[in-house]
């Protein structure tokens, strides 16, 4: 195994964005691609880790940029400024989305009919609203994500989402998984919603560590089941991938 990475440079509009990319140049052929999309502090070293354990996996990781020129907040009220314009603005969210999306399927090393894509809490919700716009993406993973709709027109999603919910998550609450469960049986997708119990936000994030925190702490028994249950996805959706058709 030669895992290489690299920064990725791309553009909406006018806008550079500045992803990271993670493959294993043992494997010459295009292979898949799993997106990810970080948390409300940018794309930053857990996001990029990610992308490594796809190359891992045999995938291309890429990290996206969902806020530009790999801009990064480093206090909670940077990141909330930062993350509030795309929250409120779910369209310009999703042109930005579209980019990175486009940008992955153009990368040499990847099949651009081969795309998955994973976000982590302000990401997940990323995850949720491109599937939600019909882009052609093989699976759909959220990570304690947001799971607020928008009121862009429905499209019909082609991804097979899997939602993995911290129970006691005060940022989603079971109306909230509720309403996101019949979101996507109204979409007739292919869907599912994993709640663990005794578990707050941020289960995947070894450093939210503060048991005080009322909000966010890491479960390494989530974090174990969660990322089991993904790698047991992505490698159903990319099973065949490069088997000829018979």
Known sequence: ???????????????????????????????????????????????????IQMAAQGYIGFAIDVY???VRGNTPEECTALM?????????????LKAAYKAAQNLEQVDGN????MGFCFGGLCTLDLARSGADLKAAISF????????????????????????????VPPAMVEALGAELTLAKCDWQIHAYGQTRHAFMVPTANDPKDPMSLYS???ERRAWAVTLDLLAEKFALHGVDPI
Do not use: Q
């Open 114 to 117: 081969a795309i998955a894509m």
């Open 68 to 70: 530009g020129e790999g």
């Open 84 to 96: 509030n314009p795309m929250v409120d603005d779910r369209k310009i969210l999703l042109k930005r």
């Open 220 to 222: 390494a028994t989530a």
């Open 144 to 171: 304690h994500g947001l799971f607020t709709g928008n009121d862009l027109p429905p499209k019909k999603i082609k991804a097979s989402v899997l939602a993995l919910h911290g129970w006691d998550d005060p940022l």
């Open 1 to 51: 195994m030669n895992i290489t990475t690299k920064p990725v440079e791309y553009m909406d509009g006018k806008t550079k964005c500045i992803g990271y990319m993670a493959w294993d140049e043992s494997y010459a052929d295009p292979k898949p691609c799993v997106m990810i999309a970080h948390d409300w502090s940018g794309r930053n070293e857990f996001a990029e880790d990610k992308a």
